[in-house]
C-alpha cells in the first residue's frame, strides 16, 4: 500500500484564481518531494534534497513574483505586506540552503515541516485575503484583467 503524501491537497487551499491554485499545488509537491528525500538517509538522498531545495527556492521565487504581478496589476491595497511576507520567507529558504551547503545545523525534516507550514498558513489567511479582493472586484464589475 502507497504510503500517504506529507501533504495533500484539498479544496480548502483554493484560493479561486486558477493561476495561483496550480502554484500553490506545485509548491506543495515540492514539498512533498523534500519530505520524501528527508526520510531517506543515504547519500542519493542527500542529492536529491539538494536537487529538489534547488528547484523549490527557484519555484517559490517565480511564484512571489507571479503573485506580486497580479496584486500589483489589482491594486491590492495590501501589496506591499504580501511582498515582505514573500521576502523574509526567501530569506528564510536561503538562510537554511546556506546552512545545508556549508554544513551547518540543518534539519531537513524540520525544514520541510517549517515550509509546509508556513506555505499552508500563507495560503489560508494573505493568500485567501487578497483572493476575497479580487473577487469582491470582479462581482463590482470593476475587474476583468483574467486572472
Same mark, same amino acid.
Given at each position: 500500500?502507497?504510503?500517504?503524501?506529507? *501533504?495533500?491537497?484539498?479544496?480548502?487551499?483554493?484560493? #479561486?484564481?486558477?493561476?495561483?491554485?496550480? !502554484?500553490?499545488?506545485?509548491?506543495?509537491?515540492?514539498?512533498?518531494?523534500?519530505?520524501?528525500?528527508? &526520510? @531517506? +538517509?543515504?547519500?542519493?538522498?542527500?542529492?536529491?534534497?539538494?536537487?529538489?531545495?534547488?528547484?523549490?527556492?527557484?519555484?517559490? @521565487?517565480?511564484?512571489?513574483?507571479?503573485?506580486?504581478? =497580479?496584486?500589483? &496589476?489589482?491594486?491590492?491595497? @495590501?501589496? #506591499?505586506?504580501?511582498? !515582505?511576507?514573500?521576502?523574509?520567507?526567501?530569506?528564510? *529558504?536561503?538562510?537554511?540552503?546556506?546552512?545545508?551547503?556549508? #554544513? @551547518?545545523?540543518?534539519?531537513?525534516?524540520?525544514?520541510?515541516?517549517?515550509? &509546509?507550514?508556513?506555505?499552508?498558513?500563507? *495560503?489560508?489567511?494573505?493568500? &485567501?485575503?487578497?483572493?476575497?479582493? =479580487?473577487?469582491?472586484?470582479?462581482?463590482? +464589475?470593476?475587474?476583468?484583467? +483574467?486572472?
Amino acid at each position: 500500500m502507497a504510503e500517504e503524501a506529507f *501533504i495533500v491537497w484539498d479544496e480548502r487551499y483554493i484560493i #479561486g484564481i486558477p493561476v495561483v491554485d496550480e !502554484q500553490h499545488k506545485a509548491l506543495l509537491d515540492l514539498t512533498n518531494e523534500l519530505y520524501e528525500a528527508c &526520510r @531517506k +538517509g543515504d547519500e542519493a538522498a542527500r542529492e536529491q534534497f539538494k536537487d529538489t531545495i534547488r528547484r523549490t527556492v527557484d519555484y517559490v @521565487k517565480f511564484h512571489f513574483s507571479n503573485e506580486e504581478k =497580479i496584486l500589483e &496589476r489589482v491594486k491590492y491595497p @495590501k501589496a #506591499g505586506e504580501q511582498k !515582505q511576507q514573500h521576502e523574509c520567507f526567501v530569506r528564510k *529558504i536561503l538562510e537554511e540552503v546556506h546552512n545545508f551547503q556549508t #554544513g @551547518k545545523t540543518f534539519v531537513p525534516n524540520q525544514f520541510v515541516r517549517f515550509l &509546509r507550514d508556513w506555505i499552508l498558513e500563507h *495560503i489560508a489567511v494573505s493568500d &485567501r485575503e487578497y483572493a476575497d479582493y =479580487i473577487h469582491r472586484l470582479k462581482k463590482e +464589475g470593476a475587474l476583468n484583467l +483574467g486572472v
